[in-house]
Structures are given as C-alpha cells and as structure tokens.
T-cell receptor
Framework: EPEVTQTPSHQVTQMGQEVILRCVPI?????FYWYRQILGQKVEFLVSFYNNEISEKSEIFDDQFSVERPDGSNFTLKIRSTKLEDSAMYFCASSLDWAETQYFGPGTRLLVL | DQQVKQNSPSLSVQEGRISILNCDYTNSMFDYFLWYKKYPAEGPTFLIS?????DKNEDGRFTVFLNKSAKHLSLHIVPSQPGDSAVYFCAASVPGSQGNLIFGKGTKLSVKP
C-alpha cells in the first residue's frame, strides 16, 4: 500500500541553525501538508501546498518557515533559524484533493538545543 | 481556543467489549470529520470519516456517529481488540480551507486482554 515517507526520523540541531525536513508524498497525490505536534499538545496545521504554491498557512507558519517541492517527488519544510520552541514532531501528509482524506507520514522528531 | 475537544485523555476497555471515544466541537460550520489512530513513533493513520450530511458511517468494527445539534461525534469500536490500543484523534475540516484539519488532543485507548 502506498505510504508517505519522511526523513530523517530524528534530527537534533542547535538553536539558530537551519533544518530541512523531507517528505515523499504518495505518488499520485496532488496536495501536500505539514503539521506539527509539540510534546503533550495537539497536532497543529502548518501549511498546505498545491501546484507549487502555498494554498493556506497557519499563524505558526511565519517567515522562518518555507516549503518547497524541489523535484517531482520530494516535499520539504525548511526552518531557517530554529528556536527552542520549534522542538516537536513534524508530520507530512498528502491527499488526492484538498477535500479528500489526508494520509500522514511517520513524522520527524526535531529537537532544538 | 479548543474548537475540537476530546475530554477523556484515556480509556481502558476489556477485549471484546465496546470502546466509545467521544469528541465535541464548537464550530457549527465544520462539515467533515475524521478519526485517526496513532501508535507511538508513527504518524496518524486514517480510520474513518463522516460528512455533516450523514449521522452515521460504518466500516467493519468502526462506526462513527454524528449529532450535529449537540456538536458531538463518537467513534464506536466493536468488538475491541488489544491491537486497537493506540491514541485516537478526532479531527474536523475547516470549511472553505485548503486542507486545514483541526485536531483534538487525543484519547489513549487501552484494550486489555
């Protein structure tokens, strides 16, 4: 069964460093998403992406964040200058259409020291 | 701002019995609801969904009920199995959004043999 994959599974970085989290969505899906879950809190929407453009973003998705689909398969989330409060699980998801079910990857656990 | 609430952080059920997981929401404009299951170190896995035009949707052992007047939905698992032990998230699709899902905090279900 097709699945969303994410790399790395864990990332430890120093505050102020840039990180890039990678995702390979399900191959025939056209809509892509990033969510995050801070330990003990809810899963929170960050951004949706379609046709090489951001469709929607939340208040969390400030100028430190960016997304890109650099080739036909990868979908990346970049955090330019990490802060301690960026420590969280980051989940990528994809769907056939924005109104269709979103399928999630296993997540990347980011720890900012 | 808890638009989607899961007020029970945990639930313990005996194998073979029914598990009932509850979810309340505050925004009457929500029109599509989903349940996800999450095992430790994995991403959320889609279980079942329901549109606001329905009051029930069934898929095998899983049934979701929607009570729009009460702004309440529930997930029934019958019969419960030890493999169902996981965290269950209720999510609502923000109307008019491009895939923004609002998640509850989750309920940890433990099914005891």
């Amino acid at each position: 069964e097709p699945e969303v994959t994410q790399t790395p599974s864990h990332q430890v970085t120093q505050m102020g460093q840039e990180v890039i989290l990678r995702c390979v969505p399900i191959s025939n899906h056209l809509y892509f998403y990033w969510y995050r879950q801070i330990l003990g809190q809810k899963v929170e929407f960050l951004v949706s992406f379609y046709n090489n453009e951001i469709s929607e973003k939340s208040e969390i998705f400030d100028d430190q964040f960016s997304v890109e689909r650099p080739d036909g398969s990868n979908f990346t989330l970049k955090i330019r200058s990490t802060k301690l409060e960026d420590s969280a699980m980051y989940f990528c998801a994809s769907s056939l259409d924005w109104a269709e079910t979103q399928y999630f990857g296993p997540g990347t656990r980011l720890l900012v020291l | 701002d808890q638009q989607v609430k899961q007020n029970s952080p945990s639930l313990s059920v005996q194998e073979g019995r029914i598990s009932i997981l509850n979810c309340d929401y505050t925004n009457s404009m929500f029109d599509y609801f989903l349940w996800y299951k999450k095992y430790p170190a994995e991403g959320p896995t889609f279980l079942i969904s329901i549109s606001s035009i329905k009051d029930k949707n069934e898929d095998g052992r899983f049934t979701v009920f929607l009570n729009k007047s009460a702004k309440h939905l529930s997930l029934h698992i019958v019969p419960s199995q030890p493999g169902d032990s996981a965290v269950y998230f209720c999510a609502a699709s923000v109307p008019g959004s491009q895939g923004n899902l609002i998640f509850g905090k989750g309920t940890k279900l433990s099914v005891k043999p």
